[in-house]
């Protein structure tokens, strides 16, 4: 019986315990919003218990319910936590926000009457019955009773408040009686029954009762309304608008279902049955309810009621943490203040003490500096000591090295050679470690200078990179170079310091990398500015690499990493110690990464100032725009820097790293609607090597696309062999920017970038032809003077010998008289033209195949076609592009070359500035600089043409004028003719377009002849040339030939000068004194001086230069 009663009793609390569980879970799911019920507890059930479903619908698992609230109830809700979301108007908003943290969500999007307009900002309406006559303004509801909705009813009673206030009418004072309806509706009733004078309310309340029939709106009267000035609204209003009433979250509720009910709210449609019982158009993101803050601060009502008010416990309140503060920082102070006093007795009890101790520190510090001086001069003056020793020692070694250059260069047995050879090995050995020695010393003895003077970056690297080639071919290693596309190349600083920091990393990288390695050279901008640039430049070897342990010793001076007797690598040590000293100086830091047995990377940092000019831009024409571009090395990082500047042109890349593989692709890519336009061939690889792959590429494939052989070991031999293969163009590694953009441009025909110092990597097939075509005879037929000496100057460049005849007629004799390889052909010329002299002498049967080329100042329209109908082989415009000009003479001529023929790279001429540095990149109406790109002749030939020029045309104008006057078109269009071919070739663009016109216009004459406009163009720009050329004569003629108190016998002299050229043809000593000893007889000049000291020096070649400078000087 007991048993039975405890189970019941047990079951009867286990029910009892899933009862209370499923309560709290109950309760747990209910979420209570309060709302503030404006117009009576059954109307905000009714208006909002929709809203309440609509949100337990979206939000699955929860409940919602309306709590309606009047204006004391909402704020003890909020306070005990007693609902989780509060719906109120915007001043009880505020004062919730700020004392009990609560936070809105969403505002209410009011909704018109009728369906046809929304709204989110409420207003006020002040009125009265329409038939109280006597209250027409706010100022007459002085000593009037009124009514408003609650005392803390922001839509019933503060917004109109604020206006009356505005007014001057204190409610609370003024008015005779101040009573609170409740709601909306009982002030309205109450103002309609005559209870009251006067009343406000919302005014979408006074608007929504009226359309619900509950009252007459022609029964009142509103105060100050301003119908339709706000957004348009139907309804009359008397307060300025305020934000919507919020809907806030309650400190207590979670975020996760805050942001639930947002969502939802946000996404009511504003035609669903929530919005239409709570007749408005949804919700909207929160507004900003600072103008409700306003009203309140204004009215000093809710949390602002004691606005202005301080009291000691606001004070403490709201600073207590600073009074806190305050009193720690004074019992702190206190405390420090009696420490203070203590110490401050005991110092002045140690400070006898001290100042015995303080008198004995200055005198020993006095000794100090006095031993620290001696040992600073000791070492300045053993640097001084160095330095000097340095000098003494190179001056005597440079001696040695020349002598055994010199003896080198005779005929001597191979023993003696052999000998003489070590002894110029050990003599640049023993300079390179003075030179260490020498700087180093400088560097501690503070000698040692920096400039700072424009230069450009490439350079400096290729004449770094030059001073090893020689050594990295025996050891088959290969140097690439890496320069970051947006490294400034223009800079400003000590160029010679920065080359002697890569030389010696190149040095030593040189030095510890084996066979068939690779030596990579990257720099790259870490910063720049339009005025300065820190660039970062790095030497990656695949060599020895260095122990962790030994890296720290890589800088000390005279440490070696390997210091044994039976070391492996000499040196002195202090290669990277003055790296060190040379990078700091410029503003930078150097260090290294290596590891043992795998290869180093030295990395360094320096500053540098820009130069003003821009950075040359390389644009392809646009018909090689896009290219397809194959790129075949074995070199990894060869074919990424490929690929890098390649693609930086545009052009399209695709990678192999063998010959091979190379086939197989060109194989596949011939079918494909855009295949590969160029190859780019390394020459050295395992397996095919890059002249039997394009052998293949021409033999097997035949395929024409241009391929240029890229290599850091060709030789002369191999070039001749990588033409036969049909190489187009050779490029010698390491490969820059400028020389693989022009070595593209010229692969193509297309006008390439100049760069001086580049330009010795590219071989192309025209230099190759230009130096084929030496030895051979042409016949120039041209009647332009200028254009004849310029003419002879590029030919005799190339070892070609020249006739020059100055009409038709004379270039037929010429023909018949002599044998002529190949004719150069003007084809307006005065006598004979082109035309008809090539006709005459073609119908010679001796003269059938002898090559003529035509040559004209400007390229008309069927120029090309009667050059070929009238039996000549090719054709070139001028001005003369030198490049073109050897080409199409030696596809005309099909010479068969000897093999034996060297061909080699081809080497920039090397101007005289010492007599043509007064000649400038530009002058007025000339283009000096691209005139001699595009002739590729020696500045001192360019001036005397020049010079010549400015003779023969002083009275070109008067002739032009001379003929325009008398109508003689003839001569008018040869004189404008041969102005235009010398013009071009000089490089005045301007006159040469002014002569093309009026020779066209003159030829044109029957149609539109001449005009004096035209006449006088062309003379303002001859005038502007010739004026520009007089500035190049002032006394060069008389440097040129100074005699010094002697009569100058000009022909006997130029005959002595002639002779002494076929002596320094036959290359014999002996005649060449004696003839040097008749020509100093007739002439004493600068120019003589040189032409001794470089027979002094055997170099007979410039010396022959010199002879047909002088020679060429106009009597």
Known sequence: MIIKRLNIIGFVLLSLILLKQNTCLADENLVKIGVLAKRGTERCLEEWTPTADYLADNIPGMTFEIVPLNHEQIYTSVENGEVDFVLANSSIYVELEINCEINRIATLVNRCLGDYCYYTNYWGVIFCKKSRTDMRSLRDLKNKTFMAVEESSFGGWRMAWRELKDYGINPYKDFKVLCFGGTHDAVIYAVRDGKVDAGTARADTFERMRAEGEIDINDFYVFHQHLGKEEDLPFPHSTRGYPEWPFAVVKHTSDELAKKVVIALLQMPEHSLPAIAANCGGWTTPLNYQ??????????????????????????????????????????????????????????????????????????????IKAKEAAEAAAVAKSEFLANMSHEIRTPMHGVIAATELALNEEIPPRTEHYLELIQSSAYSLLGIINDILDFSKIEAEKLGFETRPFRLDEVIDRSIDMFINKASEKR??????????????????????????????????????????????????????????????????????????????????????????????????????????????GGTIWVKSEFGKGSTFTFTANFGRQSAEEKKYVPPPDIQGLNVLVVDDCADSRLIMEKMLES????????????????????????????????????????????????????????????????????????????????????????????????????????????????????????????????????????????????????????????????????????????????MDIQMPEMDGYEATKIIREDSRFTSIPIIAMTAHAMKGDEEKCLEAGMDGYISKPINQERLFYVIWKSMRLQVPLSAKVHEVVSKETVVAKAGDLPARLPGINIEDALRLLNIDKDIFKSILIKFLKRNKDTMSKIRSAFESKDLGTLVQLAHNLQGSAGNIGADELHNAAMELEIA????????????????????????????????????????????????????????????????????????????????????????????QINNYDYDEALESINRILNIDD
């Open 291 to 368: 103008p409700v803050r306003d009203c309140l601060k204004e009215l000093k009502v809710g949390p602002y009621k004691d606005l202005g008010k301080i009291t000691l416990s606001d004070v403490f309140r709201k600073y207590r943490y600073w009074i806190l503060i305050a009193g720690i920082t004074f019992l702190l102070m206190t405390g420090f203040i009696i420490m203070i006093l203590k110490l401050n007795r005991d110092i002045k009890a140690s400070q006898v003490k001290l100042r015995a101790e303080i008198i004995e520190h200055e005198r020993a510090e006095i000794e100090l």
């Open 477 to 586: 290693i290969e140097i690439v170079v890496d320069i970051d596309l947006d490294t400034p190349k223009a800079l400003i600083g000590d160029p010679l310091r920065l080359q002697q920091i890569i030389t010696n990393l190149i040095s030593n990288a040189v030095k510890f990398t084996g066979e068939d390695g690779v030596i990579l050279i990257g720099v790259k901008a870490s910063e720049k500015t339009l005025e300065r640039a820190a660039l970062t430049f790095f030497v990656k070897d695949t060599g020895v690499g260095i122990a962790e342990k030994d890296i720290k010793k890589l800088f000390v001076p005279f440490s070696q990493v390997d210091a044994s007797s039976t070391r492996k690598y000499e040196g002195t040590g202090l290669g990277l110690t003055i790296c060190k000293q040379l990078v700091e100086k410029m």
């Open 649 to 824: 042109f545009g052009f399209r890349v695709e990678l192999v790293s063998s010959g091979e593989d190379s086939l197989i692709v060109l194989k596949d890519n011939q079918s494909l609607e855009k295949p590969f336009g160029l190859v780019m061939m390394d020459w050295l690889m395992p397996g095919l090597d890059g002249i039997e792959t394009s052998r293949k590429i021409r033999q097997e494939l035949k395929l024409t696309i241009p391929i240029i052989m890229m290599t850091a070991f060709g030789k002369d031999s191999e070039r001749l062999e990588a033409e036969k293969a049909g190489i187009n163009v050779f490029l010698t590694k390491p490969i820059y920017q400028s020389t693989l953009f022009n070595s593209i441009m010229d692969a193509f025909g297309k006008e390439a970038f100049i760069s001086t110092v580049m330009e010795k990597r590219i071989t192309t097939k025209a230099s190759i032809y230009k130096k084929r075509l030496k030895g051979i005879r042409i016949l120039v037929a041209e009647d332009n003077p200028t254009n004849q000496e310029i003419a002879r100057a590029i030919l005799e460049s190339a070892g070609i010998s020249v006739e020059i005849a100055r009409n038709g007629k004379e270039a037929v004799e010429a023909a018949r008289r002599s044998h002529f390889d190949a004719a150069l």
């Open 1002 to 1093: 003159s030829k044109e004459a029957s149609i539109k002849p001449p005009t004096l406009s035209l006449i006088d163009e062309l003379g303002t720009s001859l005038d502007k040339v010739l004026a520009s050329l007089e500035t190049l004569v002032d006394d060069s003629e008389s440097k040129a030939l100074h005699v010094s108190g002697k009569t100058l016998d000009k022909p006997q002299f130029k005959q002595e000068l002639r002779q002494l050229a076929d002596a320094l043809k036959a290359a014999d000593p002996e005649v060449i004194i004696e003839q040097m000893k008749k020509v100093r007889e007739h002439a004493d000049s600068l120019i003589l001086q040189e032409l001794e000291n």
